[in-house]
């Protein structure tokens, strides 16, 4: 009988759209977690008729920026997919009208947040289901031991007070005043999925799949390691990604994290039980702007996945190999297609092939587990 949990994340250059599918009972309970932008929406229900996901315990929009919910509307509208619960923030139940219309008179991005949540709601609506605001502490699906662990409500009022915070113009100057200068890894050939973990990409028609075989995750804390690396250490990301949903799944005693696009501000509300993670999404597309060096070292995920186009920032090559460097195995969709990830027992995939790794810039330098053991005493 099937009883593991899979993640599928499509490739969709830089623009997300995951599948979290946990196996109860013999039974797929399944989350989906945005639809991407517009365009991406045909690539989506291709993508689930292909494997016959038409059925959703949850569907979710962990922000309403364009490349995680436009494409989010239509798969919502379509026929081709059913669903029983929706869950997505609403800016206007939290900002008054009169705020967000001079907040997007001044600012397109307010504008489209605002256009996107109207339409994504409208869209909930035309199918018969009220969506829930996904706020910290709330449960997802009981069965994947899904949970939200950001933002909080404050955390969500605070970061859009400053999203939609319209300044007023300083007068002008009665005279000129001078500007100042600015200043992959060893892999087992297996022909069906066992009780391990595993990262495969959608490849060559093949009767192999990947699996992983490691130990468990370090008990020590990794503070320090990534000190000198070109990891940033305070990071700052666009305000309103901050509002992004940040869930946590646990199977087996292992967790997973789903960030979205969350910066260190909102990670930083993430409870330190969810260090050490058997699977985690890499924010905003690996962008260096989102995932500080204390971030990288305390979440070491043995496994990670990024949605990226495979620009000069999407994905960081100094956040990638940050996670390198604590021994993350990473892969991306822009090297390598559509992701999945297992572990448990699941149904077997012949139409994936192994991973191809990123390494980051240079040689990943490995950790030395004795020399911080000995500094712990």
Request: glycine share 8%; net charge neutral.
């Amino acid at each position: 009988m099937f009883t593991g949990i899979e993640v599928d994340v499509l490739s969709l250059g830089d623009a997300d759209c995951v599948i979290v599918t946990k196996w109860y009972e013999g039974s797929p309970v399944r989350v989906l977690i945005d639809g991407g932008c517009g365009k991406d929406a045909g690539v989506i229900l291709d993508f689930l008729r292909s494997r016959g996901y038409t059925y959703f315990w949850a569907i979710l929009c962990s922000h309403l920026h364009n490349d995680h919910a436009s494409g989010l509307i239509k798969l919502v509208r379509s026929s081709a997919i059913a669903f029983s619960h929706g869950w997505m923030h609403d800016i206007t139940k939290h900002v008054s009208a009169e705020t967000l219309r001079r907040a997007s008179a001044a600012d397109d991005g307010v504008k489209q947040v605002v256009e996107t949540t109207k339409e994504l709601a409208a869209a909930f609506a035309s199918r018969g289901v009220t969506p829930l605001e996904p706020f910290a502490g709330l449960t997802i699906s009981a069965i994947h031991g899904m949970t939200v662990l950001a933002p909080s409500l404050p955390l969500y009022n605070k970061v859009i007070g400053e999203f939609t915070k319209v300044d007023a113009p300083l007068p002008a100057p009665l005279f000129p005043i001078p500007s100042r200068p600015s200043p992959l890894w060893n892999a087992i050939a297996l022909s069906t999925p066992t009780p391990l973990s595993a990262l495969g990409r959608i490849g060559t028609p093949s009767s192999n799949n990947l699996a992983l075989l490691l130990g468990s995750a370090p008990l020590v804390p990794l503070a320090g390691v990534l000190n000198e690396s070109s990891v940033k250490k305070n990071p700052k990301t666009q305000p309103y990604n901050n509002t992004s949903v940040i869930l946590g799944a646990i199977f087996n005693d292992s967790k997973l994290l789903f960030p979205a696009d969350a910066g260190t501000e909102a990670l930083s509300h993430v409870g330190p039980e969810w260090n050490h993670l058997l699977y985690s999404g890499i924010p905003h597309h690996g962008s260096d702007d989102n995932f500080s060096q204390s971030d990288i070292e305390r979440f070491c995920p043995r496994f990670a996945i990024i949605s990226a186009k495979g620009d000069s920032s999407h994905p960081s090559r100094a956040v990638v190999s940050g996670l390198v460097k604590v021994g993350t195995k990473v892969a991306s969709t822009h090297k390598s297609g559509n992701l999945w990830f297992w572990s448990g027992v699941v149904p077997a995939r012949t139409d994936y092939s192994p991973v191809e790794p990123l390494t980051g810039t240079g040689a990943p330098e490995p950790i030395d587990w004795m020399a911080i053991m000995e500094k712990m005493r």
